[in-house]
């Protein structure tokens, strides 16, 4: 058991940039969760996967995010044409069944 | 639509010393899960302690222990013979049911705790 490992730890962008994060789950879970952290606040829920299926969205999720789990393994977050209020840390989750989180160490987005 | 408040953004304590981060929350709902989160630098989310809701008693966990008030709404952690590696940012949390059969949970503004040697 590895935990849950998120790639990369900090991603600097220009505004207007396409960036993607990658999430690696502990491999017997089957529950993936995306959320976003800004600062001075708790992490915010933006989507959910089981398996390969993205079962729940979040409204904080704009058209220009986009998330994938192919195969129920990797997770990937998108975010098209950065701007500057996308700025936080990005945290992923697993868990299998109803078991509690756990949660990756995040990817720090700085959109400069 | 389920709300957590931490009201204080910063407690320090000595070292060896007792500290008690307050939390307050918002429920419609009878039987529900509370949560504390320690995150440190390395910025993990770990799990400290949980409370379920229908259970009276006050969890406990080590140096780490609950005030668990269900009438007042109010989850307050005790951080006892504090260490230098309690100093962290800690998060409470409510344990919210999604329609998928999930569940996500909700955060507040977290409190930053300095241990001072």
């Known amino acids: 058991d590895t935990g849950v490992s998120q790639d990369p730890r900090h991603k600097i962008t220009k505004r207007g940039q396409n960036v993607t994060f990658r999430c690696d789950p502990i491999?017997?879970?089957?529950?993936l969760y995306w959320y976003r952290q800004t600062l001075g606040q708790g992490p915010e829920f933006l989507t959910y996967?089981?398996?390969?299926?993205?079962?729940?969205k979040s409204r904080l999720l704009s058209d220009r995010f986009s998330a994938e789990r192919p195969k129920g393994s990797f997770s990937t977050l998108e975010i098209q044409r950065t701007e500057q209020g996308d700025s936080a840390m990005y945290l992923c989750?697993?868990?299998?069944?109803?078991?509690?989180?756990?949660f990756g160490s995040g990817t720090r987005l700085t959109v400069v | 639509a389920q709300t957590v408040t931490q009201s204080q953004p910063e407690m320090s304590v000595q070292e060896a010393e007792t500290v008690t981060l307050s939390c307050t929350y918002d429920?419609?709902?009878?039987?529900?899960?509370l949560f504390w989160y320690k995150q440190p630098p390395s910025r993990q989310m770990i799990l400290v302690i949980r409370?379920?809701?229908?259970?009276?008693q006050n969890a406990t966990e080590n140096r780490f222990s609950v005030n668990f008030q269900k009438a007042a709404k109010s989850f307050s952690l005790k951080i006892s013979d504090s260490q230098l590696g309690d100093a962290a940012m800690y998060f409470c949390?409510?344990?919210?049911?999604?329609?998928?059969?999930?569940?996500?949970?909700?955060f507040g503004t977290g409190t930053r705790l300095k241990v001072l040697a």
């Open positions: 429920t419609s709902e009878s039987d529900y899960y």
């Open positions: 996967f089981q398996n390969e299926a993205q079962l729940e």
């Open positions: 949390a409510y344990r919210s049911f999604l329609t998928s059969g999930t569940y996500k949970y909700i």
């Open positions: 491999s017997e879970h089957n529950r």
């Open positions: 409370q379920e809701a229908y259970k009276q």
């Open positions: 989750a697993s868990s299998i069944l109803y078991r509690d989180y756990t």
